[in-house]
């Protein structure tokens, strides 16, 4: 990850921009998963706080959410007041067993290189009939775009390259099965509207330059392009997002 100053500000804004995504479908899984009534829930790999500075507003519960990156936990203690966030690898939680009524995750799995030996710590730590919820995993490998411009291949190729897995959404099922839950899933799968793209392309595509896969020359021109085709309503992009609701 980047050095620099803004770097703060910068991934907070980025996991917000990506929290909007799906903001209408979370309040369904809340309701599905009775948070409200809930009275311990835990995010793991809060990042910046986005996802339980919205948990803090839609319960009564004390909410611990946990981070492997002290730099994360940093931003999140400065943005949300009421959350206790501790450093702590989603592979091994110092919690006790069977202690939260609700445990979510949101673009967890794919960066993790144990997703199994995460997902039975957050069984351990989830309480008999509780839910363990991973709000959104994506699959690149199902990405379509019109014109074709390689947005979704170059994510790929950048994913890979960060050590993560972009095909994460596809495995999601067979891995909550796995770990003994009850599962549910459920496919998120819209194509970007107009104003989706206007406010996102840029920065969808900056994450490939700084990534090495394009140069400073090509990104202008990309965009440049991108915008003409934007204006004209001409540009489609779609890929599924896959959230699994299981059940201890
Ligand atoms: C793409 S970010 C998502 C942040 C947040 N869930 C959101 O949607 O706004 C993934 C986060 O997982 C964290 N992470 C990665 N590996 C982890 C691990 N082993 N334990 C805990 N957190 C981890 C990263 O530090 C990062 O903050």
Known sequence: MSKDVDWGPKIHEQFRRQAKWTEDFRKQIYRQV???????????????????????????????????????????????????FLVENAEKMSMKDNFFDVIFCQYLFLWLPNPKQALREMVRVCKKGGYIVALAEPDYGAWLEYPEMDLGKKHIKYLEKEGADPLMGR??????????????????AQSWNQENLRNNIEEEWKRVL?????????????????????????????MPVFCAIGKK
Do not use: H, P
Request: with cysteine; glycine share 4%; charged share 35%.
């Open 210 to 238: 700084e990534a090495d896969l394009i140069s400073e020359e090509e990104y202008s021109k990309i965009i440049e392009k991108e915008f003409e085709l934007i204006d004209k309503n001409q540009r489609m992009i779609f």
């Open 34 to 84: 009775s948070l409200k009534s809930a009275k311990r829930v835990l995010e793991v790999g809060c990042g910046t706080g986005v996802i339980a500075e919205e948990l803090k507003q839609k319960s009564n519960a004390k909410i611990t959410a946990i981070d492997i990156d002290e730099r994360m936990i940093k931003i999140a203690e400065e943005n949300v007041k009421d959350v206790q």
């Open 171 to 188: 495995k999601l099922l067979s891995l909550f099965e796995e770990a003994g839950l009850q599962t549910y899933l459920v496919t998120i």
